[in-house]
Nanobody, 119 residues
Framework: QVQLVESGGGLVQAGDSLRLSCAAS????????MGWFRQAPGKEREFVAA????????YYADSVKGRFTISRDNAKNTVYLQMNSLKPEDTAVYYCATKPRLGASYEYWGQGTQVTVSS
């Protein structure tokens, strides 16, 4: 079992920056990767970014490449999402999740944190 708590969301203006945090606890030693997803009202949840825990290889959705950066702090079992040049279309609830192994689905999810970008 893994528990995830997101924080750092808020209301910002277009062009601003925001950093989200996701603190993991529980059986974090078994985590292969951690990812960020987002969901806007009436839309499906979409992948944003992921990081492989061992080695730190990163992956990004095309919509956020060049603007968002995912990173990790091994000692704190925490993953971050640095969001720059925010756009109104980035408005959503952002969730972090864990992937137990290569090829597996994301298994554990946090409660989400709201990000609202005004124009």
């Amino acid at each position: 079992q893994v528990q995830l708590v997101e924080s750092g969301g808020g209301l910002v203006q277009a062009g601003d920056s925001l950093r989200l945090s996701c603190a993991a606890s529980g059986r974090t030693f078994s985590t292969y990767a951690m990812g960020w997803f987002r969901q806007a009202p009436g839309k499906e949840r979409e992948f944003v970014a992921a990081i492989i825990w061992s080695g730190g290889r990163t992956y990004y959705a095309d919509s956020v490449k060049g603007r968002f950066t995912i990173s990790r702090d091994n000692a704190k079992n925490t993953v971050y999402l640095q969001m720059n040049s925010l756009k109104p279309e980035d408005t959503a609830v952002y969730y972090c999740a864990t992937k137990p192994r290569l090829g597996a689905s994301y298994e554990y999810w946090g409660q989400g944190t709201q990000v609202t970008v005004s124009s």
